[in-house]
Nanobody, 120 residues
Framework: QVQLVESGGGLVQPGGSLRLSCAAS????????MGWYRQAPGKQRESVAT???????NYADSAKGRFTISRDNAKNTLYLQMSSLKPEDTAVYYCNLVDTLPWGKTVDYWGQGTQVTVSS
């Protein structure tokens, strides 16, 4: 079982910055990818950024140029540096880990979420 604990959310003014962290613990076999998702009130959860085991990254169009995803492999910690934040970035941000089990099956794990509110 894998546990993901997010931190770093909060209230920030438009144009400000925040860094989210996600600490992974437990039995992890082989990480295929880790990512950040968000869900705003009344909307579906959407992918924000993903980092794959080889280090390649993928961003939603809304995040490109403003957000940076990174990972500290030694600490099993995922980060999302967010800058130039906009009110529309307001959402609960969730950490996701895709683990490849020894027999080839993948399994998704989710954190509990951290609230990010962008408002003046």
């Amino acid at each position: 079982q894998v546990q993901l604990v997010e931190s770093g959310g909060g209230l920030v003014q438009p144009g400000g910055s925040l860094r989210l962290s996600c600490a992974a613990s437990g039995t992890i076999f082989s990480i295929y990818a880790m990512g950040w998702y968000r869900q705003a009130p009344g909307k579906q959860r959407e992918s924000v950024a993903t980092i794959y085991s080889a280090g390649s990254t993928n961003y939603a169009d809304s995040a490109k140029g403003r957000f940076t995803i990174s990972r500290d492999n030694a600490k099993n910690t995922l980060y999302l540096q967010m800058s130039s934040l906009k009110p529309e970035d307001t959402a609960v941000y969730y950490c996701n880990l895709v683990d490849t089990l020894p027999w080839g099956k993948t399994v998704d794990y989710w954190g509990q979420g951290t609230q990010v509110t962008v408002s003046s």
